[in-house]
């Protein structure tokens, strides 16, 4: 079974930085893209950044774009999150995500992991 | 960036009624657009794709429609688990924008 497993919220004071992970299991992660999609408290859904399955292509919303950098190591299952400059209007649940059938980012999500809370706050 | 507007913002039903969602992109998508539902305190979870395709182990009361850039999300017999918000989201470009989200309650 697919399992995505966040890790690395919390809180930290604007400008500081956070390394969001997500361990998964339960399928071969080098094949799918995956995603970091995020939720402000009470909003709806943003989707923030996206890496390929062989980790060669990286896509950024514009908002983190500059600040933020996806990377994935596929020897160990694991997608990263790197947020630096860190601003109050990125506080959010932050969720990984998993590409449907594909290595390559399209942006249609089959499992979620249960997600991470970052808070920036002084 | 492509928008995406739903409508109604939130509705109200009860157990065993049809319930119609719409979405709208603010440009052609063609069938690029996917449906999710959200609990409280839950991950999204994926119901359809590309505008009409059922999510393996999603519930035959759910489906989808359209093309270009209206879409709708149907349920029908509407079932007390059901009470949820639904999110639609194009995939055609990126960003992969999202809707507004649409509440459904009692």
């Given at each position: 079974?697919e399992?995505?497993?966040?890790?690395g919220?919390?809180?930290?004071?604007?400008?500081g930085?956070l390394?969001l992970t997500?361990?998964?299991?339960?399928?071969?992660?080098?094949?799918?893209?995956?995603s970091?999609?995020?939720q402000?408290p009470g909003?709806?859904?943003?989707?923030?950044?996206?890496?390929?399955g062989?980790?060669?292509?990286?896509?950024?919303a514009?908002?983190?774009?500059?600040?933020?950098?996806?990377?994935?190591?596929?020897?160990?299952n694991t997608?990263?999150?790197q947020?630096?400059?860190?601003?109050?209007d990125?506080?959010?649940?932050?969720?990984?995500a998993?590409e449907?059938?594909?290595?390559?980012?399209?942006?249609?999500?089959?499992?979620w992991?249960?997600?991470?809370?970052?808070?920036?706050?002084? | 960036?492509?928008?995406?507007?739903?409508?109604?913002?939130?509705?109200?039903?009860?157990?065993?009624?049809?319930?119609t969602?719409t979405?709208?992109?603010?440009?052609?998508?063609?069938?690029?657009?996917?449906?999710?539902?959200?609990?409280?305190?839950?991950?999204?979870?994926?119901?359809?794709?590309?505008?009409?395709?059922l999510?393996?182990?999603?519930?035959?009361?759910?489906?989808?429609?359209?093309?270009?850039?209206d879409?709708?999300?149907?349920i029908?017999n509407?079932?007390?688990?059901?009470?949820?918000?639904?999110?639609?989201?194009?995939?055609?470009?990126?960003p992969?924008?999202?809707?507004?989200?649409?509440?459904v309650?009692?």
């Amino acid at each position: 079974e697919e399992q995505l497993l966040e890790s690395g919220g919390g809180l930290v004071q604007p400008g500081g930085s956070l390394r969001l992970t997500c361990a998964a299991s339960g399928f071969t992660f080098k094949s799918y893209a995956m995603s970091w999609v995020r939720q402000a408290p009470g909003k709806g859904l943003e989707w923030v950044s996206a890496v390929s399955g062989s980790g060669g292509g990286t896509y950024y919303a514009d908002s983190v774009k500059g600040r933020f950098t996806i990377s994935r190591d596929n020897s160990k299952n694991t997608l990263y999150l790197q947020m630096n400059s860190l601003r109050g209007d990125d506080t959010a649940i932050y969720y990984c995500a998993k590409e449907k059938d594909s290595s390559r980012y399209i942006g249609r999500f089959d499992y979620w992991g249960q997600g991470t809370l970052v808070t920036v706050s002084s | 960036d492509i928008q995406m507007t739903q409508s109604p913002s939130s509705l109200s039903a009860s157990v065993g009624d049809r319930v119609t969602i719409t979405c709208r992109a603010s440009q052609s998508i063609n069938i690029y657009l996917n449906w999710y539902q959200q609990k409280p305190a839950k991950a999204p979870k994926l119901l359809i794709y590309t505008a009409s395709s059922l999510q393996s182990g999603v519930p035959s009361r759910f489906s989808g429609s359209g093309s270009g850039t209206d879409f709708t999300l149907t349920i029908s017999n509407l079932q007390p688990e059901d009470f949820a918000t639904y999110y639609c989201q194009q995939s055609y470009s990126t960003p992969g924008t999202f809707g507004q989200g649409t509440k459904v309650d009692i």
